[in-house]
């Protein structure tokens, strides 16, 4: 944490930089047989340029989307909100200042964000 305090503050920005991971957003170009694949099968799997494979389906009523959430996602991604949840907890103990009240923040935005999977599956369904 020392490494992310300046005259005394705490510094959100150079923390971000070194601790989370770029969002990266892609243009999803389909072939012309690839099209033909996802419209008569309703599902195609392409690989993205760093390997990793997606899944795209379509139905008349959907369009072409990602697939959908999974109970498998939703407990992986509270799982490690969690852990997250329990560092903040111990290091707001020995906190202080501004230091204390960031930490403080953070765990006030993760309590929220960690429910965020169960939300959008109730509200869109599991696939």
Known sequence: MDNYVEKGKFNSKKWIANNTTPINEHTITFTSDEMKVLHNTGELVKTDPEGKEHTYMYSESKG?????MDKGF???F???CNAFINHIKEEIKTAKGSDKSTLQKMLK???TVKGYPKLMA???GYE
Request: hydrophobic share 35%; net charge negative; aromatic share 0%.
């Open 109 to 111: 935005n993760l309590l």
């Open 74 to 76: 939703e407990k992986e």
């Open 64 to 68: 072409v989307n990602e697939a959908g």
């Open 122 to 124: 109730k509200i869109v």
């Open 78 to 80: 509270e799982s490690s």
